[in-house]
Structures are given as structure tokens and as C-alpha cells.
């Protein structure tokens, strides 16, 4: 959805895009780097389908990708 701007499921183009709150402590489904949750959290930013309901969750930064390759992977 975040590159086709289509749902995959129903094809609709009513999608749209959650990002993260950098001022609420545990908004979104963060992705956590360090023990100190404060200081280190990546955001996993969430496209939704107003018509059917399918959500797509993708963190967008590919240098964040590159550091939950080295920390998990």
C-alpha cells in the first residue's frame, strides 16, 4: 500500500498513512534498540485501508532498517 497506494486485499485507494507521534512515550509499534525505551526507538509507521481494514506496518528509514539488521539480526 505505501508503494501502490492501493489496498491489495479490496484495490481501494481510500488508504491512509498513521505516522509516528514523537511525543507520546509508546505510540505506534515501536521498535525498541535499546534497554533505556526512551532514548532509542525506531518507528514502524502504519498504512491502513479505510475501506476493508487490511494494515500494512513499515518502517520506512533504511538506516533504521540497518540497525535492527545489526542489534536482532
Known sequence: ???SNRCPKCLSQ???R?????????SGNNIYTS???LISKIPVIR???CDCGYTENWVEKSS???EI?????
Open 1 to 3: 500500500m505505501k508503494n
Open 14 to 16: 481510500n488508504i491512509v
Open 18 to 26: 498513521i505516522p509516528d507521534d514523537q511525543r507520546r512515550y509508546s
Open 35 to 37: 534497554k533505556l525505551t
Open 47 to 49: 498504512y491502513v485501508c
Open 64 to 66: 533504521e532498517r540497518g
Open 69 to 73: 539488521k545489526k542489534i536482532y539480526g
